[in-house]
Structure formats: structure tokens, C-alpha cells
């Protein structure tokens, strides 16, 4: 089934073209529940939103190569939702430290039989993690109603173009550097105003290109050149300063699950060992104002947010 969205909020239209009603149904049911998910009028909501991670990939740090079929990546974000997850975050290229890009056309092999697959028998909400333009149009023909860009529309000059053509959910990443060079040396003197800082150039840029402001959610970058280790922990700043975004009155999604920095402080050294670490990043985001958080671990997660937004946020 193959889907054209187009969206414009400043119109005051919205056609959807399927080729069957079912198609209509379950792509119009996704569109609604993703612009609840981001909405700038929900972004105080009572509980925050879960977003599985669905790596497509070889390489990704923790979960590269689990889901590099299409069969098994189908499979996994079916487990995801069974497990409580609001939407899903589908990627075709890892972005780890130290990571070489994909060409467009390999990053649109991988991830779009898993998109085309899953928007045929199910209404969950589904973000294309890119910041390739051509990967998200692609994504969005196809079902997709997010953008993820890592880069906040920095490394492609088209991406805020088909974010406002489109007007879908779209959330900002704060990142120094490029993700192969990410984590040498980035330096900070107060971290959380010069990402605050960072977010206010980029959200201007994006109502520049058209954007609709209250289409825009931002994301400090856990982990994305941020200093850990040799008792300098930047993601942990962020954490517990988390709430000075809302200065911003944006959305706000943060992505913990499984990094580095959990293991520098409760020296694991593999991934598979960070999840009760995740866990409690987690609990410390919702708790300090996270919106939306990005986790490989829907259920375990799905326990924490619960618990935690009910003590926060009754």
C-alpha cells in the first residue's frame, strides 16, 4: 500500500490519499495519534509517551544486526507495541560514536519495507529516524507521521523544506559535531544555556523554512557529543537541569536507553548490562519534565512511567 500525506495546518486541509478505506483509516487513526502524542497543547500531559527504537542496521551500539530483516524488524516493533510503546522510532542508519554515513537509496532499502509493512496492519504512530530528505519524504509516502533529525536541520539543506511541506511532528536534536567526531573533545562552560541557546537559532531557522511552531519538539541529545567520564558527566547535567527547557515551551523528548555514560558510572562495560541504569535515567527524566522518551526497553520503561507520573504528575 503506498501512501501520499499531505498536510497543511495553515490551510486548514488535510488529504490523504490510500488506496483503500482501510488504508484511510489506519493512516488517518496514526496521523491523530501522533499529533497528540507532540502536541504543543499536550506537552504538560498527564504521563509521558513511550517511543520504541527499531534499528534497522548492522552497527547500531546495541541493538545493530538483532533487526536487519525485514521479517524480524516487523516482528520486533509488533513486540514493542504489545509492550506498551506510543510510537515508534524506525532508523536505517546508525549514528553511534564514531559511525560513517549511508547513501539515501541503502538507508531507503532498509527501512521502508519495515515502514510499508507496518502501516498496513497497524494505526501506531511511526517516526522515520533520518536527517536525509529524500529518507523522510520517502517514509512519510509510506506512512510515517514524524521526522527524528539528529542533525535539527542542519545537514540537509531540503529536510526543513519537506518538514513544513508535509507539517508533521518534527523534533530538533542538539548535537556538536557529526556523529563520527561527536565525542572527541566536545567542551561546554555552561552546557544547558548553550543548548538552550542552540534551540532557539534552530527553531527560528525551522520557522523560517515553514515549519509550523507548534509542530516542533526538541531534544537535548543524550550521549550526542556530550563529555562522560573522568568524573565530567554532562548527560547527567542535563538530566537533573532538564526542566530549564521548558523555557522553551516545546515538547520535550530525551533518548538514554543503553548509553555510554551509564556504564561510566556503574562500570558495565557492554550495553546489554545498562538496563536497570537506563531505567532510573529514565525515572529522572519524566520526573524533572521528559515528554517523550526514547527507549529500547518498552516494557521495563512502560513500569517506570507509570509509577513515576503518577507520583509527578497526579
Do not use: W
Not at 498536510?7 to 483509516?25: A, C, M
Not at 510515517?144 to 508535509?166: P, V, W
Request: proline letters at 4%; hydrophobic letters at 40%; aromatic letters at 6%.
Amino acid at each position: 500500500m503506498y501512501y501520499r500525506i499531505a498536510l497543511s495546518g495553515r490551510r486548514g486541509e488535510r488529504d490523504i490519499d490510500t488506496e483503500t478505506n482501510q488504508g484511510y483509516s489506519l493512516v488517518y487513526k496514526r496521523l491523530m495519534r501522533t499529533l497528540d502524542i507532540c502536541s504543543h497543547e499536550n506537552h504538560e500531559r498527564s504521563k509521558t509517551a513511550i517511543m520504541g527504537v527499531l534499528n534497522v542496521t548492522p552497527d547500531s551500539f546495541y541493538d545493530g544486526g538483532r533487526f536487519f530483516n525485514v521479517d524480524l524488524a516487523v516482528m520486533h516493533g509488533l513486540e514493542l507495541i504489545d509492550a506498551g510503546a506510543d510510537i515508534l522510532d524506525i532508523g536505517g542508519e546508525s549514528t553511534r560514536p564514531g559511525s560513517i554515513p549511508i547513501d539515501a537509496k541503502e538507508e531507503i532499502d532498509r527501512v521502508i519495507p519495515v515502514i510499508k509493512i507496518l502501516g498496513e496492519i497497524t494505526d501506531i504512530p511511526i517516526s522515520i529516524d533520518t536527517y536525509k530528505s529524500e529518507v523522510a519524504e520517502t517514509a512519510i509516502k509510506y506512512g510515517a507521521t514524524m521526522i527524528n533529525d539528529i542533525s535539527a536541520l542542519r545537514f540537509d539543506e531540503d529536510m526543513g523544506d519537506i518538514a513544513a511541506e508535509y507539517d508533521l511532528p518534527i523534533s530538533l536534536m542538539h548535537m556538536q559535531g557529526i556523529p563520527r567526531d561527536m565525542q572527541v573533545n566536545p567542551q561546554y562552560r555552561d552546557i544547558m544555556q548553550e543548548i538552550i541557546y542552540f534551540f532557539k537559532e534552530r527553531m527560528d531557522f525551522a520557522i523560517e523554512k515553514g515549519i509550523s511552531e507548534d509542530k516542533i519538539i526538541i531534544d537535548p541529545g543524550i550521549g550526542f557529543g556530550k563529555r562522560t567520564g573522568d568524573g565530567i558527566e554532562d548527560n547527567c547535567t542535563i538530566l537533573k537541569r532538564l526542566r530549564e527547557l521548558k523555557s522553551l515551551n516545546k515538547p520535550i523528548l530525551v533518548g538514554t536507553s543503553r548509553k555510554t555514560f551509564i556504564s561510566n558510572i556503574c562500570n558495565e562495560s557492554s550495553p546489554e548490562d545498562r538496563l536497570i541504569g537506563s531505567l532510573a535515567t529514565v525515572a529522572i527524566a519524566v520526573a524533572n519534565g521528559a515528554d517523550i522518551v526514547r527507549v529500547h526497553d518498552v516494557r521495563e520503561t512502560k513500569d517506570v512511567v507509570d509509577v513515576v507520573s503518577n507520583i509527578c504528575r497526579r
